[in-house]
């Protein structure tokens, strides 16, 4: 079986601007993946890519569920959805209307998600969607998403523009849409504390590229940040070194993976300072 996301070599240029440079990415079925990235580091724009609404430069290889972005079949487009950063909504119409109009577009439309949802989150059917606040215009493009029940969901900053309440209702509806039906999701966003309630993977994309991508829980589990005497560290190199610092006062500080048997020498050195950093910490360091 094809996985849902398969990328070779993509690269992509503003001139003179590289944004995405010779990145490769594999995304399993099922998973829940959240893609970190410092703003500006093109996470929309490889979204974008990764759905054929942008160009991509030659040479570069984008396939979902094994077809090529650029050929898609009727039947692989309706197994996706998507999300975007900003609203796309057909404002001059109703939810009624808009709703009705995409319905009919797709061979699988589940009503009964949609109702609930929009009583859930207490949206009028017949209210023009121009007078919608901006977390309401958010909450419909969700639905919108999720109404013919996709197996690939994207997601770019879903959350932006909602309260917590309704961050932690989204949330706990994408994890359903996850167990119930095997859907793969990769989202974008800047709340970590929301990356960490649901992602069962981060990926990480810096200077063009995904620089690493792991199970959350592996992640946090296995990445030390240790400072201490370049003589002693030379002993206990990690397995994946992450960033690597020489200090001012001839210490260095290297931030990786160590196995089990590692960490237990390592926190017998009085010589060497271990930290177990955050998300945060490790978002902050690993896309420098």
Known sequence: MHPPISIRHLSKSFKPQQV?????????AGSIVGLLGRNGAGKSTLMECLLGLRDVDAGSEVRLFGEDINHLSDATKAKIGYVPQASDLFEWLTPRQMLAYFKALYTYWNDAKVDALMQRWDLPYDKII????????QRLSIIRALAHDPQL?????PVASLDPAARRDFLREIVDSVM???TTIVFSTHILSDLERVAMKVAFLSK???VHQQMLDDLMEVSLQVTGPSATLAQLMPIKVFQMTNLSDGNIRVLGQWN??????ISQCSDLRVEHLSLEDLFIEMTK
């Open 153 to 157: 969901l994207i997601l770019d900053e």
């Open 260 to 265: 089990a048997e590692q960490s237990v020498v």
């Open 208 to 210: 063009g590229k995904i």
């Open 180 to 182: 119930d039906q095997n």
């Open 130 to 137: 121009s007078k919608f606040s901006g977390g309401q215009k």
């Open 20 to 28: 995405l440079h010779e990145l490769d990415w594999e995304v399993e």
